[in-house]
Nanobody, 124 residues
Framework: QVQLVESGGGLMQTGGSLRLSCAASGRTFSNYAMGWFRQAPGKEREFVAAISRSGGTTVYADSVKGRFTISRDNAKNTVYLQMNSLKPEDTAVYYC?????????????????WGQGTQVTVSS
């Protein structure tokens, strides 16, 4: 059974940094692209970042470009999201997800497995 478990969320002041981790199990991690999404209260889930199977290709939402970095360690079956220069509007539950292929990588409906989420709160 595939499992994705996020960790690393918490409360941070504006301008601070956090690193989220997502540990995967249940299938060959390196065969799948990975993505991070977030959902703020009262808002729809939105794409944050994605990384290809090898880690050689990444893509970011405009709202986080230059501040967030996605990476993966296939030996550890883990994907990371380094978040710098945090803003109050980054406050949300952050989810990792996995998918086959790269097509539609910024669309949540193309992902087949999701983690339970981790809360990130940025105070002003």
């Amino acid at each position: 059974q595939v499992q994705l478990v996020e960790s690393g969320g918490g409360l941070m002041q504006t301008g601070g940094s956090l690193r989220l981790s997502c540990a995967a199990s249940g299938r060959t991690f390196s065969n799948y692209a990975m993505g991070w999404f977030r959902q703020a209260p009262g808002k729809e889930r939105e794409f944050v970042a994605a990384i290809s199977r090898s880690g050689g290709t990444t893509v970011y939402a405009d709202s986080v470009k230059g501040r967030f970095t996605i990476s993966r360690d296939n030996a550890k079956n883990t994907v990371y999201l380094q978040m710098n220069s945090l803003k109050p509007e980054d406050t949300a539950v952050y989810y990792c997800a996995s998918k086959n292929g790269w097509y539609g990588v910024s669309s949540g409906v193309t992902y087949d497995y999701w983690g339970q989420g981790t809360q990130v709160t940025v105070s002003s």
